[in-house]
């Protein structure tokens, strides 16, 4: 396992993981094959990335690296899932989230500062996804550009909500044609993603991480990205962020359970 497993929620939580098993002509049982599992604090459907390599960063700089098995987060935490978390008592909310309005509960959580997306995901069990994690899960093993392949996202080809003039935040999920090669949905555009990758090593031992930066991915639908967008968007682009704002969101990991 490596450094940003942390343990999976334990059985009192509620369901495990679907299983299925499948027999061969005698008849002998094979390993379970867990794909996707539903967080019962939650309500968030996980996908599983299974261990191996994968080709990470630009194509003209790209690496190949090794990770355990994780599962994620098939969208972004929405509104109404993080409600859920300050209804238990667990998460704090604030005065620009708009958690309590059904016509945003669909739509990915924002203003939410890196500290209380650790929060939400320490209480499912799980963490923020290093930047590593996060590009195996967008763009698969062979680095592709986007999760769907490397054709650019339009607004006809309907991959992603890219940057336009009057572009805003919509609800996950509804661009099913830019779903990664394990079917996670949303990498690329709509709002980015918290990162738990601190963006300068150096900020990593300073007393006061107030102002620390950290990677976030994905890219957003936010208009002032229009020009940037053909770089923004690439699932290797990183970006950096200390504070939380409109078009910023997260999804989270939660480390596979070794069976």
Known sequence: MDANAVPMPDESKGSEPEEHQEETEDDTIQPIV??????????IEMLHIPAGTFLYGPAEEQTEIQLDAYWIGQTEVTNAQYRKCVEAGYCEDSAMMDIYNWKTADQPVNYVT????????????GKLPSEQQWEKAARGTNGQIYPWGNEAPTETNRYANIPGENSDIQNVGV????ASPYGVLDMTG????WTSTGFDSDQNTQA???????????GSATPS???EAADTLRTDYRGHSAKPNYFLGFRCVIPDSGV
Do not use: H, M
Request: proline share 5%.
């Open 175 to 178: 661009f099913p044609n830019g």
């Open 208 to 218: 006061d991480t107030s102002n620390k930066e950290y990677v976030i991915r994905g």
């Open 225 to 227: 990205e229009t020009d």
């Open 114 to 125: 890196y500290r209380q997306a650790q929060r939400f995901c320490k209480w499912i069990g």
């Open 34 to 43: 867990r794909n996707i599992f539903t967080d019962p604090l939650s309500g």
């Open 190 to 193: 709509n709002v980015w993603e």
